[in-house]
């Protein structure tokens, strides 16, 4: 028998709440396969930023099994639809998309850009019922009494899918590489790296530093998906220099152009996502001060590395990106997550640390009724 909660009068509606999404993940337990779609948000279409390849690539990896993709255009088909969040308020786009389907139907949202635009994300959140922030270390304002945080599911390589990538590494196997970082990025002028950059930019002779303005990223997102790849791959390395604390896409990007990162301690989830050992590895060089002469120092030992490891280093970093951090991949985790928490957790109301919320607790954690 299920254990039950008693809560305060006053909780009622929010208990109603957990009860009723709890009762949408079991009848997914009870279908003999759950179909999802993924719908990028808007605000990416603008630089073309996932490849249009995506369905396809989706509906070749989970064409049989537990778990079955439909493109968007067949949202009305969908047990879960799962929508990228990239920091505009989404909430009327989603109950817009509440009233086409079901209301059985999950809707849950990937938040991209949790560590930006905390407003604007709580009310998309407000309009979910589950949400898979990408960083875990500035989740705690996602807490809330409509939807549950179901668990951090880090950034990925989108811009390409595995096909594509695999396709363009072959036709430039063995190509000469610049001995040099790439520091590719948007200046925005509002994050402290923005003097960083223009310090490296000047006087930093191993880096190639190319910058784009905020409101116009046409330098780089203006090239065919084959152009922005083949920039990656013609460095050996780079650095990473995040807005806040954040994980980025960037890190999977430049590992799946085979080069060495060089990544502050700064960077709050990185050793969750990328074990220690898996760091090493991989060749990849942690710094703790972002100096010029530690940056510098930094480069040096990516490009050593680089060298040294040759080759093979160059496949191991791109396969470890194609084997797990693709869409493909974030996709089975948070459908899996979706399905353990049918099985092993129920969600209640509660007050704990982030605030009044739904959370999640272990069956057996609960008192018996």
Known sequence: MESKMTYPTNWGHVAERAQRLMQQL??????????????????????????????????RCFAEGPMRHVPPARVDAADVVIL?????????????????????????????????????????????????????YVAHYLFNPVSVVAGSSAACCAQWTADEAREIHASCAGAPRMHKALVNYVDYEFSWRSPLLRELAASCGNAHVLLMPAGDRSRYFRKTRRERLLEWLRYKATVILPVDKDLSTRVFDALLAGQV?????????????????????????????????????????????????????????????????????????????????????????????????????????????
């Open 261 to 369: 990162p060089v990544v502050p301690s700064m960077i709050r989830d990185f050793d969750r996502v990328i074990p220690t050992q898996v760091q090493q590895e991989l060749g990849i060089v942690r710094i703790d001060e972002l100096g010029l002469p530690s940056i510098r120092g930094a480069i040096d030992e990516a490009l050593r590395r680089f060298e040294q490891m040759g080759p093979e280093g160059v496949e191991r970093r791109q396969q470890f990106v194609l084997g797990k951090h693709m869409l493909s991949n974030r996709m089975a985790e948070m459908m899996q997550t979706l399905a353990l928490i049918a099985r092993q957790e129920m969600i209640v109301p509660d007050v704990r640390n982030p605030g009044f919320g739904l959370y999640l607790a272990e069956k057996s954690g609960l008192p018996a009724s």
């Open 26 to 59: 079991h009848l997914l337990l009870s279908a003999e396969a759950v179909h999802f779609t993924l719908m990028p948000s808007h605000e990416t279409n603008a630089l073309e930023y996932f490849s249009p390849g995506r369905d396809d690539e989706l509906q």
């Open 84 to 136: 990228t969040a990239h920091g505009s308020d989404l909430s009327v786009p989603i109950w817009n998309l509440r009233r086409k389907l079901p209301r059985e139907v999950i809707i849950a949202v990937w938040f991209w850009d949790n560590h930006l635009a905390q407003l604007a994300n709580l009310k998309t959140a407000l309009a979910a019922d589950f949400v898979f922030p990408s960083h875990a």
